[in-house]
């Protein structure tokens, strides 16, 4: 199976809280990394965990870390039309990132 | 701070003509630099990367190839281009220390005809 795995789509409604999830194989990545894409734009750098923290809030952001089971989420409180783009997860292998598919997030009015 | 270039935006080319696509790192030194493709909008596959001046790692095989003249200087090359070769192409560095987030170019669209 592939090595970092996300849901394709998620739908939520301006305002509500958007949860995007990632569950990834490699369990010796030091860092683990989420990045935004608007359409037609390169990856921004969005937030990053280090391995040994189970949690780690940034704003609006609040991403979380559960390494026995390999997951990874994203929490994007009081979600607004500008959050609308596709979400990827990375984790390191050596000096390289392995990304997942993303998860093409869509805000509604 | 340090900045990430790519050129050209966006690029048409018909079947069987080259590629040069170039990327320049400023405010850095010795990044370790990435060659990326994304198809439809979709995952991210890393095609090379370069810890350094001339060496370049090859993570798939085709009809691409990646240099590095410059410390900061990444080109994406191909002397025939296939209709396969079409996505979105995206440059990357990072710091050569382990550990180092990604920093990512604004890409470059190119369709092939």
């Known amino acids: 199976g592939e090595d970092v795995e996300q849901s394709l789509f998620l739908s939520v409604r301006e305002g509500d809280s958007s949860v995007i999830n990632c569950t990834y194989t490699?369990?010796?990545?030091?860092?683990l990394y989420w990045y935004k894409q608007e359409p037609g734009a390169g990856l921004q750098l969005l937030t990053y965990?280090?391995?040994?923290?189970d949690m780690k809030q940034d704003q609006r952001l609040t991403v979380l870390l559960n390494k026995k089971d390999k997951h990874l989420s994203l929490r994007i409180a009081d979600t607004q039309t500008g959050d609308s783009a596709i979400y990827f997860c990375?984790?390191?292998?050596?000096?390289?990132?392995?990304f997942g598919t993303g998860t093409r997030l869509l805000v509604s009015p | 701070s340090q900045t990430i270039h790519q050129w050209p935006a966006t690029l048409v080319q018909p079947v069987g003509s080259p590629l040069s696509l170039e990327c320049t790192v400023e405010?850095?030194?010795?990044?370790?630099l990435y060659w990326y493709r994304q198809a439809a909008g979709r995952g991210l596959q890393l095609l090379f990367y370069?810890?350094?001046?001339?060496?370049i790692s090859s993570e798939v095989p085709q009809n691409l190839s990646a240099s590095r003249p410059q410390d900061r200087q990444f080109i994406l090359s191909s002397k025939k281009l296939l209709l396969s070769d079409s996505g979105f192409y995206l440059c990357?560095?990072?710091?050569?220390?382990?550990?180092?987030?990604?920093?990512f170019g604004d890409g470059t669209r190119l369709s092939i005809l």
């Open positions: 990357a560095w990072s710091s050569a220390a382990l550990n180092q987030p990604q920093h």
């Open positions: 490699d369990s010796s990545s030091t860092y």
């Open positions: 965990i280090f391995s040994n923290m």
């Open positions: 990375a984790y390191e292998d050596f000096q390289k990132l392995v």
């Open positions: 405010g850095t030194s010795n990044p370790n």
């Open positions: 370069s810890v350094g001046i001339g060496q």
